[in-house]
């Protein structure tokens, strides 16, 4: 404290033998317990006083912040030891958690409890994940604590979660992020722009399917088909393949799936339950938003880097040549008897396969594969459709 200050205390006299400001006092001698302490019916100049004066405000500022930061370092650090299969280093850090979680659970309780619970709920679900070395329900649980802590500490507004989507998909959320890669414009589309190639197929709009729905699915649950999905909604549209901060094992550099797209990938699950439509392999891309529709969807999943972009923000023909090349024997590749083959991709992989861009995000397109390298496509199925199907 400053001697200005302490004089001030000083000179206050009798006021501070008073109730009140031995609650000022209190708040000075333990700055943790003033946490939990209401000033609201204080004097303003005892408030500030009480929190160390105009700075206090950024004291108490700065130390939240610590706490949100030592948040997303801990999950970053679990991500990455699960990532590798290191489950006792990953129960190791995550133990770390609580410590930083401490410092501004007050006050995210006191703001939003549906959040707090959400957390708290995220937590449990990581530990038992953790304990049970499951990956994919470990690395979708840190996801979502990722999602709720953007959205507590105010890196996410609420707003994002829900609204918005890819470019003229359904706009930007109504408070967009700025994304550290501008949006890919060129004849490929890139994520969120629409592909000006077209094909024996048509473009995605233009697309009509080649079978009633009752048709559709009798074939579906008598197997034999490739259904390529692309990633259900995500929080924002930008070309993450080309930023340079990257990391295809930490979610945290990534585009990521919505509040509304997790329900998506859930309800397209659902809807294929519903369906009775028999599902055998499941592959998904190493990009999170891809792998996390496939196991909120399915509950499993085969990661396959054939499916990845490029890593370009504007694609030439042999960058396309290139992605079309990598896909094709899995869009080509007979399934199991009696089952259907899921994939969950990306837009311009699919496209530059088939010549047809896959929208708006949790769109699925239906593949016949011939056995002998080709196939035919039958029809496309949006996320909102596979519940329709099974009525």
Known sequence: MSQG??????GLGSYLLSGVASTVIATQVNPVAAENVDLSALPK???????????????????????????????????????????????????????????VEGGVKAKNSKLYDAIEASVTNIEKSIESKNKSQSLTALQMLTSSIDVASGTKPVAAAD?????????????????????????????????ATDSAYGNGDSFVNKVSDAV???????GGHIIYIRHAQTDRDYADQADPKLDLTNCGTQRTLSDKGWEQAKNIGAGFRAAKIPVGTVIASDYCRAWQTADLAFGTFKRNSALNFVKSEEYNAAQRLQMKTAVMPLLTAMPKAGTNTVIVGHDDVFDSATGIYPKPQGMAYILKPDGRGKFEILAKMPAEGWMMLAK
């Open 5 to 10: 200050k302490l004089k001030m205390w000083v």
């Open 45 to 103: 100049f005892l408030q500030l006083l009480a929190h160390g004066g105009e700075g206090g405000e950024t004291a108490t500022t700065a130390k939240t912040a610590q706490g949100f930061k030592g948040m997303q370092t801990v999950v970053t650090r679990t991500q990455a030891a699960i990532a590798k299969g290191d489950f006792n280093a990953a129960k190791m850090e995550f133990a770390k958690f609580e410590d930083s979680w401490k410092i």
């Open 163 to 195: 609204a918005g989507g890819e470019g003229g998909e359904g706009g930007e959320a109504a408070t967009p992020i700025k994304p550290t890669v501008k949006p890919a414009v060129s004849a490929a589309g890139g994520e969120g722009g629409e592909s």
């Open 216 to 222: 559709l699915l009798n074939a579906l649950r008598q």
